[in-house]
């Protein structure tokens, strides 16, 4: 089944202690992105890569890290925490050329940071 | 940049009946792709229909047409027959092909929450 899983789904820690949010697609796509989705804001960007070892930053980066070196995986970094950065987040991918850009996301991880 | 507008934040609608979501953005692109998705209680994000800025054609995908109004930005969702399990929240999402320099970000609205009354 062709799908984009993450992990943990729900996630409760304290401010200042480092965490991974990994992300993995089964597709072979090239492009990935994480949001993060806040009440009354929808959801906004965070990082993207369009292929291995390309990430760029997105609309609100501050905060976080990412990394590719695989194709299919994607983790998120928050090398400290803050509780800001209570939010839900989605990882997301496509294909780059011939699918229309229908972006595939997994099921989200909710955080919470005290 | 590219901005997009709910500007509704909540409807409710009794069963069987037909609602249209609203949906305007903003962009100086001639190309570019819009988007619905449907976010239910369980927060899983579900793609209910694509629209491409160059197909005057609207969309439609069973009971969700789309009244596509290029020239008005304006991306509208109707849903007919109104269903219990359409409860949820719907985005409305834009994607740049030229400004984004090869990011496929999606602009996403900040939602409408429908609920669907038995």
């Known amino acids: 089944e062709a799908q984009v899983t993450q992990n943990p789904r729900y996630l409760i820690t304290v401010t200042g202690k480092k965490l991974t949010v990994t992300c993995s697609q089964n597709m072979n796509h090239e492009y990935m992105s994480w949001y993060r989705q806040d009440p009354g804001l929808g959801l906004r960007q965070i990082y993207y890569s369009m292929n291995v070892e390309v990430t760029d930053k997105g609309d609100v980066p501050e905060g976080y890290k990412v990394s590719r070196k695989e194709k299919r995986n994607f983790p998120l970094i928050l090398e400290s925490p803050s509780p800001n950065q209570t939010s839900l987040y989605f990882c997301?991918?496509?294909?780059?050329?011939?699918?229309?850009?229908?972006?595939?996301f997994g099921p989200g991880t909710r955080l919470t940071v005290t | 940049a590219q901005t997009v507008t709910q500007s509704q934040p909540e409807m409710s609608v009794q069963e069987a009946e037909t609602v249209t979501l609203s949906c305007t953005y903003d962009?100086?692109?001639?190309?570019?792709?819009l988007f619905w998705y449907k976010q239910p209680p369980s927060r899983q994000m579900i793609l209910v229909i694509r629209q491409e800025a160059y197909k005057q054609q609207n969309a439609t995908e069973n009971r969700f047409p789309v009244n596509f109004q290029k020239a008005a930005k304006s991306f509208s969702l109707k849903i007919s027959d109104s269903q219990l399990g359409d409860t949820a929240m719907y985005f409305c999402a834009f994607l740049g092909l030229i400004s984004n320099f090869g990011n496929e970000k999606l602009t996403f609205g900040t939602g409408t929450r429908l609920t669907i009354i038995p």
């Open positions: 997301a991918s496509s294909q780059t050329s011939g699918a229309a850009y229908e972006q595939y």
């Open positions: 962009t100086s692109e001639n190309n570019y792709y």
